[in-house]
C-alpha cells in the first residue's frame, strides 16, 4: 500500500498553484480598465479618463479597481445608451454609470457647491458610486475647497469619502462603498468642522483576488472573439 503512486489531473494541478490574490501595479491596473472599458464598448477617447478615475482611488488606498470590475460585469445586458441614463428601464431613478455620471457632477459643479457647505445635493446614484468621486477631486482641486461624499445605508451614514483635489480619505466603513443605497455630495463645511485626515497618494500596487480578475479577463477574451 505504501508504493501506490498519488495522480494529479492537470486541472487539480493548476488549482493548487493558482494563488488567492495577485499582486498587481497600478500600470497593470491601468491595463486592465483599459481593455475592459474597450471590450464593454466605451468609445476610446474616454479609456484612458476610465483608468485615469480607477488609478485615482487606487493610489489613495480606495477600492477602485473592485469598483470598476464590480461595474463592468454587473451591467452587461444594458446598453451603453442605457447605462447612461438616469431614469432606468424598470422606471426607478439610479444606478446609471458611474464614470458617465462623473461627466455630470463636473458640468453640474457650479451648483452642487453654491449650496452652503454640508447642504448635500439629491441627485439619484449611480450603480458603484465611488468611481464618480475622482470627478469631484479635480472639481475641488480647481476651487481649492474639500468634497463630501456620504454613502448611506438605509438612510444611515454608513462612509464618508473626502477629497480636495490630489488627497483623500475614508472614514467610516470599507464595506459601505459597496453596500450604499443612497448617495450625498456636499462641500465640506471646513468652517466648522476643521479639516478631515486627508492623505496623499501613497499605493504603488495592490493585491487583488485572483478570482475576480479572471472574471475580468473573461469579460475582456469574450469580447475580443466576437
Same mark, same amino acid.
Given at each position: 500500500?505504501?508504493?501506490?503512486?498519488?495522480?494529479? +489531473?492537470?486541472?487539480?494541478?493548476?488549482?493548487?498553484?493558482?494563488?488567492?490574490?495577485?499582486?498587481?501595479?497600478?500600470?497593470?491596473?491601468?491595463?486592465?480598465?483599459?481593455?475592459?472599458?474597450?471590450?464593454?464598448?466605451?468609445?476610446?477617447?474616454?479609456?484612458?479618463?476610465?483608468? &485615469?478615475?480607477?488609478?485615482?482611488?487606487?493610489?489613495?488606498?480606495?477600492? #477602485?479597481?473592485?469598483?470598476?470590475?464590480?461595474?463592468?460585469?454587473?451591467?452587461?445586458?444594458?446598453?451603453?445608451?442605457?447605462?447612461?441614463?438616469?431614469? &432606468?428601464?424598470?422606471?426607478? +431613478? #439610479?444606478?446609471?454609470?458611474?464614470?458617465?455620471?462623473?461627466?455630470?457632477?463636473?458640468?453640474?459643479?457650479?451648483?452642487?457647491?453654491?449650496?452652503?457647505?454640508?447642504?448635500?445635493?439629491?441627485?439619484?446614484?449611480?450603480?458603484?458610486?465611488?468611481?464618480?468621486?475622482? %470627478?469631484? %477631486?479635480?472639481?475641488?482641486?480647481?476651487?481649492?475647497?474639500?468634497?463630501?461624499?456620504?454613502?448611506?445605508?438605509?438612510?444611515?451614514?454608513?462612509?464618508?469619502?473626502?477629497?480636495?483635489?490630489?488627497?483623500?480619505?475614508?472614514?467610516? +466603513?470599507?464595506?459601505?462603498?459597496?453596500?450604499?443605497?443612497?448617495? #450625498?455630495?456636499?462641500?465640506?463645511?471646513?468652517?466648522?468642522?476643521?479639516?478631515?485626515?486627508?492623505?496623499?497618494?501613497?499605493?504603488?500596487?495592490?493585491?487583488?483576488? %485572483?478570482?475576480?480578475?479572471?472574471?475580468?479577463?473573461?469579460?475582456?477574451?469574450?469580447?475580443?472573439?466576437?
Amino acid at each position: 500500500m505504501f508504493d501506490r503512486k498519488i495522480t494529479f +489531473s492537470d486541472g487539480q494541478r493548476r488549482r493548487q498553484v493558482l494563488p488567492s490574490e495577485l499582486r498587481l501595479s497600478l500600470d497593470d491596473v491601468d491595463r486592465y480598465v483599459v481593455a475592459a472599458a474597450r471590450a464593454r464598448g466605451y468609445p476610446e477617447d474616454f479609456l484612458t479618463e476610465a483608468a &485615469r478615475q480607477v488609478r485615482f482611488l487606487e493610489e489613495r488606498g480606495l477600492p #477602485g479597481f473592485a469598483s470598476f470590475r464590480r461595474e463592468m460585469l454587473e451591467h452587461g445586458t444594458e446598453t451603453l445608451t442605457q447605462r447612461g441614463q438616469v431614469a &432606468r428601464p424598470d422606471g426607478q +431613478s #439610479g444606478g446609471q454609470c458611474p464614470m458617465i455620471e462623473a461627466l455630470r457632477i463636473a458640468q453640474r459643479f457650479d451648483r452642487i457647491v453654491a449650496l452652503p457647505p454640508g447642504r448635500e445635493t439629491d441627485y439619484p446614484m449611480p450603480s458603484n458610486p465611488l468611481l464618480a468621486v475622482p %470627478a469631484l %477631486a479635480e472639481c475641488a482641486r480647481l476651487r481649492g475647497i474639500i468634497m463630501m461624499t456620504t454613502f448611506y445605508i438605509h438612510e444611515r451614514p454608513g462612509a464618508y469619502v473626502f477629497v480636495d483635489g490630489d488627497r483623500a480619505a475614508l472614514h467610516g +466603513s470599507y464595506h459601505a462603498l459597496f453596500e450604499a443605497d443612497s448617495w #450625498g455630495i456636499a462641500r465640506f463645511p471646513e468652517e466648522t468642522h476643521g479639516t478631515p485626515p486627508l492623505r496623499d497618494a501613497h499605493v504603488e500596487a495592490i493585491d487583488f483576488p %485572483a478570482d475576480a480578475l479572471r472574471d475580468l479577463m473573461t469579460l475582456i477574451e469574450s469580447q475580443d472573439e466576437q
